[in-house]
């Protein structure tokens, strides 16, 4: 499929509504295809009502959307919660992986572990070997983890989460690159970040803040992140072939399509050599 903008645009849906349908219908008026599957009406993927994801189903088909990638929100505790990370590994990936197959998507967002005051370096390692059996799950089922930097994790920087995947050393572990999320580590998220890890960098997701993530974020060109300059690296590097939006702000309808807007503008801004990808 030809699209107009150098870069396609997707959502995480539960950014527009956690009903899908509803997602759908505004995703639809704004151009979107491209989807995101996080929270539904019943849970959490992959705990989501079979009837549910029956609905859901039947709507990808009858619009001929895309899923673009499956965000179980596991790999958040500490490395201390052992039993808990063990069951997510264990249970909960591959269900998720399993859904992943039944939408026709090849990509599992995953985070890096909350690192606690004082942890020692070394579980640096456990880290890495935990996202390594992650990866090594996931590419029985032809899936990629991706690892989204977090803020006060152990994949926080893009550095810190490029050293990590790059350790694991299994192509199936990948970044979910998130600037804003890398904002107020000790890197600067664009350059500085995004150079350490443009070489791992599976999916983006989009949003922007003024005083970290964690505490609020706003529309995007109204924060802390270059997205201009982002966005521009991602084309002329020919990383990915398209972005998430995350808007993470309320109201989230009216913010989302501000978004969806904002970026697009961006995008007709882009070199003329890029506009189109195929």
Known sequence: MTHPYPLALGIVSDEISPDFSEAVRYGNAWGISLYELRVLKSGRVPQVDPVELEEIQTLV????????ALSPGIFKHPLSKKHELEQELTEILPRTLALAGRFNSRLV?????RREVD??????KRATDFLRRAAERAARDGVTVAVENEPGFWCDSGANTAGIIEAANIPSLRANWDPCNGYGTAEIPFPD???AIKHLIANVHVKDTKKGSLIECVPVGEGAIDWKGQLQALVQDQIVKHVTLETHCLPLIENSKRNVDILRSYFSELPAQHKEIS
Do not use: C, D, K, M
């Open 119 to 124: 942890e020692p370096a070394e579980n640096r």
């Open 193 to 195: 970040g995004y150079e």
């Open 109 to 113: 967002i995953v985070f890096g572990f």
């Open 61 to 68: 088909t009858h619009h001929h959307l895309t899923i673009s």
